[in-house]
Structure formats: C-alpha cells, structure tokens
C-alpha cells in the first residue's frame, strides 16, 4: 500500500511542478496537443517567443516522469488494492492497463512534440495526425480511469 500512496504523491508533486513551468503559455499547451496539422502546430508554436518555446520543450523530460509516475500509480491502485473489485469482472481486468496505456500513448506524444518543435516540419500530415491521436487516446484513458474510480467509490458506498 505504501508504494501505491508514494506513486500518487509523485504524481501530484510532478504534476503541480509541470502544470506551473507552462501554465502560462498561450494559447496553451492543450491546444498545441489538439493541433491535428503542421499549419495549425505551427500557428501555436510561432506564437510563442523563443524562450516559452524553449520552457515548452524543456518541460517534456518532466512530463516523461510525470507519465510514468501515473502509469505506475494506476498499476499499483488497481493491482494492490481493492478498489475496484466491485466492478464487474471486465471493468476489474481492464483497470490495472488504463494508466499505463494512458502513458506509453501520452510517451509517443512526447516524442513527437520534442521533434516537431525542434524546427519546422511541414508534408508531414500524418506525424501530426498520430500526435494528436495519441493526445486524445491519451485524455480519454485518464477520464477513464477518473470514471472507473468514481464507479468503483459508488459500488463501495452501497
């Protein structure tokens, strides 16, 4: 249990630490992830001066932590603990893969990022593309991990 309180407290601490080195990038870095083609990748990141694209690009190593970290703490919750034993077998099963799912998705989109914003790109349509598809698969595996623990507290207050 106590791997499982370590993980979520690295996850806050990297989380609050990333949230604040570019919280103030605009537009903000969740429109940079949704930017499906060079043309709208490049509109956000020739926005920002040179050294908030510097801070965005610093900023990845941090976020490759960070996804670790919740790829483990959603692994470690599921694996060692109860939580969700009251969710019918194929929710239970799926648990444990959520998070880290979310994270090998959210590593790819890392990548990407370190390489599409080290110069431009252009013709290349579908790196955007993956890019942002990893980015969406990525928001929605947390929002279900979120509702998986939400159903699961529920099912534990009946």
């Not at 949704?34 to 990141?45: D, N, Q």
């Not at 690009?57 to 941090?62: I, K, N, Q």
């Not at 483990?72 to 998070?99: E, H, I």
Request: with cysteine.
């Amino acid at each position: 249990m106590r791997a499982v309180y370590l993980s979520g407290l690295l996850v806050v601490v990297l989380a609050a630490i990333t949230f604040w080195m570019v919280s103030d990038l605009q537009p903000g870095v969740i429109v940079l992830q949704f930017a499906w083609t060079p043309r709208g990748f490049g509109e956000i990141v020739h926005v920002w001066p040179p050294e908030d694209l510097e801070r965005y690009r610093l900023h990845l190593p941090l976020d490759s932590l960070l996804l670790l970290a919740y790829g483990s703490f959603g692994w470690l919750l599921a694996t060692r603990t109860a939580l969700f034993a009251s969710l019918p077998r194929l929710a239970c099963a799926a648990a444990p893969f959520v998070l880290p799912l979310a994270a090998a998705f959210d590593a790819v989109e890392n990548a990407l990022h370190a390489w599409l914003t080290e110069m431009p790109r252009f013709g290349l349509h579908s790196l955007y593309l993956l890019s942002t598809s990893c980015s969406a698969l990525k928001w929605a595996l947390l929002f279900g991990f979120g509702a998986l623990v939400l159903w699961a507290l529920a099912r534990e207050a009946d």
